[in-house]
């Protein structure tokens, strides 16, 4: 048996400094804000190379509030990636402004900016790149095309704090930066948890008051904000797994190059070719030159990819499911990020037609895309189980 993820085979060896942690701030009854919090931020300032970082309540809520602080609103739209997570394009409808869907990279599965480029009206205001699966979208692009059109960049880093552009880390090159603390992250918290960074000092300033309710001082409110305080029990449980994170990332990365390495000598196994990237009409051809059924991601020599997901892509319609099952069967995990792209969403039917065409790459990826465990702590025979299980998968011509 192989789980996706296993929290627990990470968390318990830390178990009494878990303990000590909670205990710090069970008797100290300060459990809004306070020192735990701004001990966090700074060192998560440290590790983004941010000047200032705010602990907030989710990385949803942390794009929500980038949203907030930058003025984005009723009549403007903004460019997020079709393929993603929903709270990317969720939370700019629920600042009141429009979703366009912009469609991917066929290699690094990342924001496709030449998509973007053409999307771009007179109400374009802002465009999020997200750093997808621990590995950082093409920012030189995103930041050209932005002060191109004077546009606001909050970098969704979700999945990839640490993980770094041509030396920058993910999350410090845009205007805001936003992180997520979920479980299932690479620095994953013990509940919802997310972080916001920025350069600018009034931009922060802006960020910390409306983190609680718009208001400064306390019950005189400038604007109207939000709850979005990080709990200070989830900053000192993720400060003891911070010194650890290194580790951690060095591991994941091991464990991509295993997999790599090992799933390439399978007939039909091939690594996605960094010179497609952005490529989607020449992506047919060479699938059917390499004679690829199942494509193995890629991390750019320019990046540090951290490898919060490791997502192959299954050629042919419905071999995925198929793969899906199989690995189901032999009770390896696994997971399809994400089998709707955005622009397809059902709470997204009303938004104006051009705000989700040309989105085939997105799409493609949605029917091929599946991830395997990639975690840590895997063993070396979980790994080789894993990978004798899409061999196998193979070897049957399903």
Known sequence: MVPLLDVNAQNHPLEAEFTEAFLRVFRSGQF????????????????????????????????????????????????VPAYTFFATAGCVSRAGATPVFVDACPVCFNID??????????????????????????????????????LKVIEDGAQSIGASYKGRPCGSIGHIGTYSFFPSKNLGGFGDGGALVCQDDELAEQCRVLRVHGSKPKYFHHFVGGNFRLDPLQAAMLMVK??????????????????????????????????HCRCGSTQAAWLEETGARVVLPVGYGHNEHIWNQYTLR?????????LKDFLIGRKIGCEIYYPVTMDQQRCFADTPESSRRGCDVARRLSREAISIPIYPELSESQKDEVISAIQDFLGLGV
């Not at 591991?251 to 091939?270: D, F, I, M, P, W």
């Not at 299954?314 to 198929?322: N, Y």
């Open 314 to 322: 299954i050629v042919d319609e419905g071999r995925r499911d198929a």
């Open 32 to 79: 809004i804000m306070g020192p735990e919090v701004s001990a966090l931020e700074e060192k998560i300032a440290a590790l983004t190379a941010s000047k200032h970082a705010l602990g907030v309540s989710s990385g949803t809520d942390a794009i929500l509030l980038a949203l907030m602080a930058l003025g984005i609103g009723p009549g403007d739209e903004v460019l």
């Open 242 to 275: 911070l010194p650890h994170y290194g580790d951690y990332t060095r591991k994941r990365q091991a464990n991509a190059a295993y997999y790599t390495e090992r799933l390439l000598r399978t007939s039909g196994v091939v690594q996605a070719d960094p010179a």
């Open 113 to 150: 900016v030449s998509d973007a480029r053409a999307k771009v009206t007179v109400r374009t205001k802002a465009i999020i790149p997200v750093h997808l699966f621990g590995q950082a979208a093409d920012m030189d692009a995103v930041m050209a095309l932005a002060e191109e059109h004077q």
